[in-house]
């Protein structure tokens, strides 16, 4: 279980800012992760802020949703500098889907949490073949916290840590649910693909 390494700030000038990734395969709860620590964050009364990449509009257009539906407001942005504009005063960054962002996203991390922030980020850290998906490798090296959940496999029912893809398509970003992905442990993954 995940013990977040401070609550509340009485100083605002002590804060001290961090980064925290949360990673795995398709249908592994790494949102619902994000989700129960940004509103943990709420409850502890911190400013908080949440973004996501605008491409990802499969349950909403704005809100950050679960494949359990749970949901929390966020704002979705064109690339990882406007998180910076928009992230204002706030104590805590909740950024999900960070995969879909370009290899800025980790000077932005990095910046926020220099300023103080709490970052914590979710996203897949492999792609549909089963390699690194960039930019999660220089997010899992800075961060301070890195958690790695699994789902678990839709083929045999093992712990599940790969995104196996039902199409044919070879584009690297294709967003889709259920219809498109399983997730698979390393044995029927591999099997998968022969």
């Given at each position: 279980m995940f013990i977040e390494p401070f609550i509340s700030i009485k100083n605002k000038?002590?804060?001290?800012?961090?980064?925290?990734?949360?990673?795995?395969?398709?249908?592994?709860?790494?949102?619902?992760?994000?989700?129960?620590?940004l509103n943990r964050a709420l409850i502890a009364k911190q400013k908080v802020e949440i973004f996501k990449p605008s491409i990802d509009k499969r349950y909403h257009d704005l809100d950050v949703v679960s494949h359990n539906e749970n949901a929390i407001r966020s704002t979705p942005v064109n690339f990882a500098?406007?998180?910076?504009?928009?992230?204002?005063d706030c104590d805590v960054v909740g950024i999900d889907e960070v995969q879909f962002f370009d290899n800025h996203i980790v000077h932005i991390a990095n910046v926020l949490a220099n300023g103080g922030k709490r970052v914590i980020l979710a996203g897949l850290d492999m792609d549909f073949e089963g390699k690194a998906f960039e930019p999660m490798p220089q997010l899992?090296?800075?961060?301070?916290?890195?958690?790695?959940?699994?789902?678990?496999?839709?083929?045999?029912?093992?712990?599940a840590s790969y995104s196996y893809r039902l199409t044919d398509t070879k584009d690297k970003?294709?967003?889709?649910e259920k219809d498109s992905y399983e997730a698979r442990c390393r044995k029927c993954f591999y099997e998968g693909k022969s």
């Open positions: 000038k002590d804060k001290k800012g961090h980064i925290e990734v949360i990673c795995g395969s398709m249908f592994s709860g790494k949102t619902e992760e994000l989700i129960r620590r500098e406007d998180i910076l504009l928009l992230a204002g899992l090296a800075i961060a301070e916290y890195v958690t790695k959940v699994h789902a678990i496999c839709m083929n045999c029912g093992d712990l970003v294709l967003l889709g």
